[in-house]
């Protein structure tokens, strides 16, 4: 199965930026651009928020940025808000292996 | 608008079967263009792929739970299920439906999720 790695959890303050990574390998994400990325509120489903590395769904904020170098893909928050306080997280193809996602990212905003 | 519903019992006893069912409203389950998946959530922990049906039948199972796992699809039903055996309470989750692109693999739709609950 695919075993992503993302950092347990990140913070900043609002206005400012923050990344979170996401760690496959050269059988997912470093040789695949289909990399997608989700939020979860407390109670909520999942909400998608990029997919294939950087593309961003209709009604999903700019704010929100996608990327990818090497084996690991990024999600960039610019300009955080309170309501981007959430759990993130990432989810990569990996071709004739299963799928699988990363271990989940939590986002403060302090 | 396409929206997906899980439904099901919310208490299962150790050894038996989880049963649920997803349908599917405000778009097609036999396009080719989606495969049909379930996702579970722990308490307190990640996600976790299960597994997906392609309209057609075919399916493709998370190795740590394919001697345990049947996802079947009833297209004129517009619903596709989940059966999952001997559980036990590590089996505990929410679990959710989903719609996930064939060609980008990512969910663009999920039901609301249902806990599921294994005890006696």
């Known amino acids: 199965q695919s075993a992503l790695t993302q950092p347990a959890s990140v913070s900043g303050s609002p206005g400012q930026s923050i990344t979170i990574s996401c760690t496959g390998t050269s059988s997912d994400v470093g040789i695949y651009n289909l990399v997608s990325w989700y939020q979860q509120h407390p109670g909520k489903a999942p909400k998608l928020m990029i997919f294939e590395v950087s593309k961003r769904p209709s009604g999903v904020s700019n704010r929100f940025s996608g990327s990818k170098s090497g084996n690991t893909a990024s999600l960039t928050i610019s300009g955080l808000q309170a309501e981007d306080e959430a759990d993130y997280y990432c989810?990569?193809?990996?071709?004739?292996?299963?799928?699988?996602f990363g271990g989940g990212t939590k986002l403060t905003v302090l | 608008q396409v929206q997906l519903q899980e439904s099901g019992p919310g208490l299962v006893k150790p050894s038996q079967t989880l049963s649920l069912t997803c349908t599917v409203s405000?778009?097609?389950?036999?396009?080719?263009?989606?495969?049909w998946s379930w996702i579970r959530q722990p308490p307190g922990k990640g996600l976790e792929w299960i597994g997906y049906i392609y309209y057609s039948g075919s399916t493709y199972y998370n190795p740590s739970l394919k001697s345990r796992i049947t996802i079947s699809v009833h297209t004129s039903k517009k619903q596709f299920s989940l059966e999952l055996s001997s559980v036990t309470a590590a089996d505990t989750a929410v679990y959710y439906c989903?719609?996930?692109?064939?060609?980008?693999?990512?969910?663009?739709?999920w039901g609301q999720g249902t806990l599921v609950t294994v005890s006696s």
């Open positions: 405000g778009g097609s389950i036999s396009s080719g263009d989606y495969y």
């Open positions: 989903a719609r996930e692109s064939s060609s980008s693999c990512y969910f663009d739709y």
């Open positions: 989810y990569s193809y990996a071709g004739s292996s299963p799928r699988g």
